[in-house]
């Protein structure tokens, strides 16, 4: 099969389409022929720490490889078609549409990969196409962790969401809508009138107006790209409010560590969980026109160091798409 290879750290350039040995399904997974994945900023991490925070450099390190990766296929997002079943799989069966990831150990960006039949995964519904359902797991499960399980956000409460317009923000503002919040985004110019569609009540251009220093108050700031800290976004937050960080700080731990026994104003963050449970519910979202994937391109498998090349660069509006065209996908 063809798949993207990466074997050493450097620009994008040194992913390379080459020929690699197709999978073979173990007992308990499924052999899924993918149709689209992703490139995710959790992709360009692992292609070359691209967007890590300084101070957990070593642990990224050790955790894709020092010298060189210790993944050497990545992507994780993906949508296909399951081609073969494990003698022990149940819940699904040659022929069905589906969508998820492979979870951590990546694999995505190629014709072929292997999931575990109990991992993300879910049926991908008629309606939704091969992209939609790749822009799903990572950035949906990314911002549902933060809106629904970190910040319990209820009706009426009101959130201010930094990095509007990126894939995890996308999904943000519209699971904060969904919720009852008011949200106001923050985003550049270019993208303002997106957030406002994706139903924001308000969207302030980072450009212009600097959002730390405003006089309204929040119960929860989201800094989706890491471009504040805690300190500067203090201010806006309410006695009881919640800093939420997805580009975690050791100094941001620290701080976490001592707001936790002091009291008033807190931050939070983490890694959310990837579950099939939570693909299930985007697809009841989508269905009734609550939610929907915001897709910025599109590339094919063979030009994939050019999706990293445009996504490195960070501005990318909602997610970037790579197909696999040797497949008949929806474009």
């Not at 020092?66 to 994780?76: M, Y």
């Not at 550049?188 to 107006?209: C, H, P, R």
């Amino acid at each position: 099969m063809k798949a993207i290879v990466h074997t050493k750290y450097g620009p994008p350039d040194e992913l390379q389409l080459k020929e690699v040995q197709k999978p073979v399904p173990k007992e308990n997974e499924v052999l899924i022929k993918i149709h689209a994945t992703t490139v995710t900023t959790t992709d360009c991490n692992a292609r070359n720490f691209t967007f890590v925070p300084k101070s957990f450099m070593f642990f990224a390190r050790l955790v894709f490889g020092f010298k060189k990766p210790k993944i050497n296929i990545l992507g994780i997002d993906l949508a296909g078609e399951i081609e073969a079943v494990g003698k022990d799989v149940k819940l699904f069966k040659k022929g069905d549409q589906v969508f998820g990831s492979p979870g951590t150990k990546f694999g995505a960006h190629a014709e072929y990969v292997c999931v575990p039949e109990d991992g993300a995964l879910a049926i991908k519904p008629a309606s939704m196409s091969w992209e939609e359902a790749a822009a799903i797991s990572l950035a949906g499960n990314t911002a549902l962790f933060f809106i629904r399980d970190l910040a319990k956000i209820q009706t009426g409460q009101k959130i201010l969401i930094h990095g509007a317009s990126g894939a995890i923000g996308t999904y943000a503002v519209q699971l904060a809508k969904y919720y009852g919040a008011e949200v106001t985004g923050v985003c550049s110019a270019t993208n303002v009138e997106m957030v406002k569609s994706l139903g924001a009540d308000k969207v302030i251009d980072y450009t212009k107006e600097d959002f730390t220093k405003t006089d309204e108050r929040y119960d929860f700031v989201f800094d989706v790209v890491g471009k504040t800290t805690f300190l500067q976004c203090k201010g806006i937050l309410k006695q009881k409010g919640i800093y939420l960080e997805n580009n975690l700080e050791l100094k941001d731990i620290l701080i976490m560590m001592w707001r936790s026994l002091v009291g008033g104003k807190k931050i939070k963050g983490g890694v959310s969980i990837e579950r099939a449970e939570n693909l299930n519910f985007f697809i009841e979202l989508i269905e009734s026109g609550k939610l929907k994937p915001v897709i910025d391109r599109t590339f094919p498998l063979e030009k994939s160091a050019e999706a990293f090349r445009y996504v490195e660069l960070g501005h990318k509006k909602g997610n970037v798409i790579i197909i696999n065209q040797s497949f008949n996908c929806n474009f």
